[in-house]
């Protein structure tokens, strides 16, 4: 798939960023992106963010996508593309994307930028913005409201903690989801999974 971003004229249509798809002669998607409000501000805002500081030295090389193994098997993960709709602020497209919490977080990327670019951090700040705006996708909410209840990411059953002693495996740690649940209301993590439009991506 060709990805275009059209600047220029359309900047001052005054329209959304719109997605355009339409085939090419080979037959091949191509995906055009207007910036008409792009957010100028949004590269700035991010860059500022622990970890994010290097997101304007990207020179758009590849690299970072070349060495993704989640890249390797999926059509859409493309972290230079991510990289790009941040830098050219297209704030509401990439917080909104599906794209963002796909990363396995291995820090290839990291490790093989010649420009230091840490795109994993850049990515933990773009899930941090995009929770702050109520954009979690179901997935990770159900995955916060198992820690909050129950202290682990998926509800253990009795069914399993007595398959595991008859299999003579350990039993697991005991969990304190007063004291998680303590915790993320000092951090106001409530606030945070329970408020938005509970937009799927």
Known sequence: MTVHFALGAVMNEGVDVAKEEAESKEGEKERFYR???????????????PGSEKLLLCLQCGTCTADCPVARF???????RILRMAQLGMRERV??????????????????CHQGVEFAN?????????????????????????????????????????KREKLGLPPLPNSNPERIAKLAEIVGFFSLIGRGD???V
């Not at 910036?35 to 963010?49: G, I, N, T």
């Open 35 to 49: 910036l008409s409000s792009a957010d100028s501000r949004f590269k700035y805002e991010l860059s500022r963010v």
């Open 74 to 80: 999926s059509d859409s993960y493309r972290p230079i």
């Open 95 to 112: 917080l909104s994307s599906d794209e963002i919490w796909l990363c396995a977080t291995c820090f290839a990327c990291s490790e093989r």
């Open 122 to 162: 850049i990515l933990r700040a773009l899930r941090n913005m995009a929770v702050k705006e109520g954009i979690i996708p179901p997935g990770f909410r159900e995955i916060a409201s198992n820690v909050l209840k129950t202290g682990f990411s998926n509800e253990i059953t009795k069914f399993q903690r007595r």
């Open 198 to 200: 509970n937009r799927s």
